[in-house]
């Protein structure tokens, strides 16, 4: 069930980071970058981060 609740979390992580609402706008736009440009970044890093936690998720369900 640990591992369980820490996919929870880190979905919630990975939500956080593309929604552009609250600290990710104001930051963006103190340094001049586009949502565009955010989202050509973080993407792949979600993507990543995504698949990882599945993988761990598949390990932790057969221990």
Request: proline share 6%; aromatic share 8%; charged share 10%.
């Given at each position: 069930m640990k591992l369980q609740h820490i996919e929870a979390c880190n979905t919630n992580f990975l939500i956080?980071?593309?929604?552009?609402?609250?600290l990710i706008l104001a930051s963006?736009?103190?340094?001049?970058?586009?949502?565009?440009?955010?989202?050509?970044?973080?993407?792949?890093?979600?993507?990543?981060?995504?698949v990882l936690?599945?993988?761990?998720l598949c390990v932790g369900s057969f221990i």
């Open positions: 956080g980071i593309i929604t552009p609402t609250g963006l736009a103190m340094i001049n970058v586009t949502y565009d440009k955010w989202l050509k970044f973080v993407m792949p890093l979600v993507g990543i981060i995504m936690s599945m993988a761990l």
